[in-house]
């Protein structure tokens, strides 16, 4: 079992839906919990990042972690094309916090 | 400043050859990764380098071998690739390694 388990998509949808994006992980060492966006032929771009169980909203985007249920979820509001990138989760353990393991990713499209 | 640079954006070697690839941030951060990425795959660690020391080094063969020649460069010296070695390879720094990484925007390296 991979440590951070994420859907490949590819996921589609019309512009303006809601996009939920979704990880399953089972260390329960993991204590930061991070969306990072790539765009194709690009580096991956910090979109979201926490450290705690419950809701982080900016702009567009909410991060939610549930650390019981090992679950973290990214919400897209209002979903552009702009949007269209692969997003990959993220998650690091304290006690070595720069070892990050990555999702596979998810790729989004948003059609206009 | 508030940017990861690398170059080249683009690097084509042969097996004998040897290059390098360069990772420049003014942002302050003390801490600086390489990470490596195959095509539809999420980036994998190869170093780790904390106030110009090396910290990590997750068992990477020895063709690749990293410098951090000051605090706001990071270099990753090639010689000897095979073509499974062809990726993209990408920089990230950190304030300090308990902290959020940001993303160049990578070099793509084909090795023939």
């Known amino acids: 079992q991979k440590e951070v388990e994420q859907d490949p998509g590819p996921l589609s949808v019309p512009e303006g839906a809601i996009v939920s994006l979704n990880c399953t992980y089972s260390n329960s060492a993991f204590q930061y919990f991070m969306w990072y966006r790539q765009y194709s032929r690009k580096g991956p771009e910090l979109l979201m990042y926490t450290y705690s169980s419950g809701n982080k909203e900016d702009g567009r985007f909410t991060a939610q972690v549930d650390k019981s249920s090992k679950y973290i979820s990214l919400f897209i509001r209002d979903s552009q094309p702009s949007d269209s990138a692969t997003y990959l989760c993220a998650m690091s353990p304290y006690s070595s916090a720069s070892k990050i393991i990555f999702g596979s990713g998810t790729r989004l499209s948003i059609r206009p | 400043d508030t940017e990861v640079t690398q170059t080249p954006k683009h690097l084509v070697m042969g097996m004998t050859n040897k290059k390098s690839l360069k990772c420049e941030q003014h942002m302050g951060h003390r801490a600086m990764y390489w990470y490596k990425q195959k095509a539809k795959k999420p980036p994998e660690l190869m170093f780790v380098y904390s106030y110009e020391k090396l910290s990590i080094n997750e068992s990477v063969p020895s063709r690749f071998s990293p410098e951090c020649p000051n605090s706001s460069l990071l270099n990753l010296h090639l010689h000897a690739l095979q073509p499974e070695d062809s990726a993209l390879y990408l920089c990230?720094?950190?304030?300090?390694?308990?902290?959020?990484?940001?993303f160049g925007p990578g070099t793509r390296l084909l090795v023939l």
């Open positions: 990230a720094s950190s304030l300090g390694q308990l902290e959020t990484q940001y």
